[in-house]
């Protein structure tokens, strides 16, 4: 079993910053890559970036690049998205989540744990 604490939420202005942090604990996330997700009220929940184990290797969603970055430290258990040039359309709820290690990496049927999430809201 693997559990997941997002933190780093909350409200800010358009154009300014926040920090995801996501800590990991037990077992089955060594070796995996791990997303960040958001979901915007009455939207799906959607993909926003993916770092493989190393850190080596990231993915993010178009809407995203540029502006947001993940990353991991493993010595810590712990996931980052580092998020820059918020705008409203970033509100959402974000979760991380640990990637199954088969499947396509940004759609969130190919993950098995997830957080709780947190909460980011971006006025404008």
């Known amino acids: 079993q693997v559990q997941l604490v997002e933190s780093g939420g909350g409200l800010v202005q358009a154009g300014g910053s926040l920090r995801l942090s996501c800590a990991a604990s037990g077992r089955g996330f060594s070796s995996r890559f791990m997303g960040w997700f958001r979901q915007a009220p009455g939207k799906e929940r959607e993909f926003v970036a993916a770092v493989s184990w190393s850190g080596g290797s990231t993915t993010y969603t178009d809407s995203v690049k540029g502006r947001f970055t993940i990353s991991r430290d493993n010595t810590k258990n712990t996931v980052y998205l580092q998020m820059n040039e918020l705008k409203p359309e970033d509100t959402g709820v974000y979760y991380c989540?640990?990637?199954?290690?088969?499947?396509?990496?940004?759609?969130?049927?190919?993950?098995?744990?997830w957080g709780q999430g947190t909460q980011v809201t971006v006025s404008s």
């Open positions: 989540a640990v990637f199954q290690g088969r499947g396509t990496l940004t759609h969130e049927k190919w993950y098995d744990y």
